[in-house]
């Protein structure tokens, strides 16, 4: 059955001030999966001032740090009963596999929100180096009202980096989730109101980018944005948030390279460079998506990384035994379509994938590897977004890491040598927020992520993230018995 669902505003589901919905689709099939009210200007509106009013209640201001935790500890509990109905939801949507959502994205996402409970009650100043006549120190306090804008590619996972740490923070939020994807994070709601979150300290306005996304992001009663998505959209968040001087955190698009040296575990590199390109579709910000291997081993890796590709099951999402699900949509298809065509005019080699998987209405794109690849092409340098693969030889190790760094975005890297004095070099010379080494993609609730150069700026996940979302307070005590005479005689 098509599912219904309201705007969230002030703890109430409400419809939007114009009456209008929309639909979103399931990309396996083609078909409706859920009405949702469209949040327009107004709406917006409407739910900044009730996250504003729930900011500066007593009620959420006063609570003790401790009693913020125990919620969303207590939401986080009641997310794991739920996992399953949460993991299909989300997989329905945005096209994840089942086994994508339950076994990586939920648990993720639920680990993320047991995590900053735990830091709550651990949100602290300091006590500054004085001479004895004063006492200095700082506070850390909430910014306020967060205005977040998350993606399709994992809408739950990705808004709950922003929640987490917003809430425990003491601030409340308004979010507005992709217009492809918004039931997990409307379904979410529930739950933070089974377990008694404070009316408008959460806010949800599902809406498109243009009406909704435009008015959230410059409302002036917006204290901090909070961003996940491409590079494009993320330049005309920094200049509709300039505006107003908003403080804000973008996790943009990214380019990311996945080095392989002649001395690495073959076997497991294979195994985490399709994972690192292929896991959740290839729609991942952080995907290896520029796979550089040593000239030395160019052929054995080939070998069996063309042989990996091949074996992997495209199909049903919600089918366990599928291993790759359908692109988000029509758009994102043929924008795939649209790069390996470009890739192949630039003179790449096609060998294996490249085309569309015939299965109904649904969008369905082939695991793809595309060799012969330079530095220079637009398939080497712009982010595709899909499973598409190019590989690129590389000499040595400067070789490795010129080529690996000639790029605008710095989001991730993976490296994979058994030389431990190689991989700390090359650690210290990618320009990428993550660099991982011997393996690829893997997330920890404690490990800050983001982007450097065009891929973003700020830090989620680990203690960091609490940096975004407070602010330092200065307090001077004066412990002298008298005041300063300055204009005295």
């Known amino acids: 059955m098509t599912k219904e669902y309201k705007l969230f505003i002030d703890g109430k589901w409400t419809d939007a001030v114009s009456g209008r919905t929309f639909e979103t689709f399931n990309p396996g099939t083609g078909e409706v999966n859920a009405v949702v009210a469209e949040a327009g200007k107004e709406d917006v509106d409407r739910a900044v001032q009730a996250a504003r009013k729930a900011f500066e209640s007593d009620k959420w201001k006063n609570m003790p740090p401790g009693e913020r935790g125990r919620l969303l500890f ?8 739920k996992i399953e109905f949460l993991a299909e939801v989300e997989s329905k949507e945005c096209g994840l596999t089942i086994k994508e959502t339950q076994f990586i994205a939920m648990p993720a996402t639920i680990d993320v929100l047991e995590f900053y409970a735990g830091l709550a009650n651990k949100v602290q100043g300091e006590t500054l180096a004085s001479p004895p006549d004063r006492l200095n120190y700082t506070i850390r306090e909430p910014l306020g009202v967060i205005g977040a804008v ?83 959209t993320g330049r005309f968040i920094m200049q509709a948030a300039s505006e107003n001087l908003k403080p804000l955190s973008l996790e943009l698009g ?22 690192g390109i292929y896991f959740a579709q290839g729609q991942v910000c952080a995907a290896g998506s520029r796979i550089f291997v040593q000239d030395s081993i160019y052929d054995d890796f080939m070998d069996a990384f063309v042989k990996q590709a091949k074996s992997i099951k ?24 649209n790069y390996v065509a470009a890739g192949l005019d630039e003179g790449a080699n096609l060998l294996t994938g490249g085309e569309r998987l ?17 530095n220079e092409m637009r398939i080497a340098q712009e982010e595709i977004f899909g ?14 890491l010129r080529k690996a760094n000639d790029t605008i975005y710095g989001l991730a890297a993976g490296v994979w040598t058994n030389n431990i004095k190689r991989g700390h070099r090359m650690a210290r010379g990618l320009k990428s927020g993550t660099v991982w080494i011997n393996t690829y993609s893997l997330l920890d609730s404690a490990a800050p992520f983001g982007g450097t150069k065009q891929s973003g ?10 940096d975004m979302y407070t602010e330092t307070k200065h307090v001077w005590v004066d412990l002298n018995p008298d005041a300063i005479d300055w204009y005295g005689a």
Request: zero cysteines; a negative charge.
């Open 314 to 337: 495209v199909g049903n999402q919600l089918d366990m035994a599928t291993q790759m699900g359908p692109q988000i949509s029509q758009t994102q298809l043929e924008r795939i379509e």
């Open 457 to 466: 700026f700020g830090r989620e996940l680990g203690t960091q993230a609490m």
């Open 254 to 275: 990214g380019k990311s390279p996945n080095i392989i040296f002649e001395d690495a575990n073959l076997a497991n590199a294979v195994k985490m460079a399709a994972f």
């Open 74 to 81: 207590l939401a986080a509990l009641k997310m794991r009963e």
């Open 387 to 400: 499973p598409v693969a190019s590989v690129i030889r590389f000499k040595d190790e400067e070789d490795a």
């Open 150 to 232: 998350v993606p399709w590619n994992f809408p739950l996972m990705l808004a709950m980096w922003k929640i987490a740490p917003a809430l425990a923070a003491g601030n409340t939020i308004v979010l507005k989730p992709a217009e492809q994807t918004p039931s997990s994070l409307l379904e979410l709601m529930k739950i933070f109101q089974e377990v008694g979150l404070p009316d408008g300290v959460i806010n949800v306005i599902p809406g498109f980018g243009k009406e909704a996304g435009s008015a959230l992001v410059s409302h002036p009663g917006i204290d901090k944005i909070a961003f996940t998505g491409s590079t494009s």
């Open 358 to 374: 015939a299965s109904g209405n649904g969008y369905f794109y082939s695991p793809t590897i595309l060799e012969n690849v330079s």
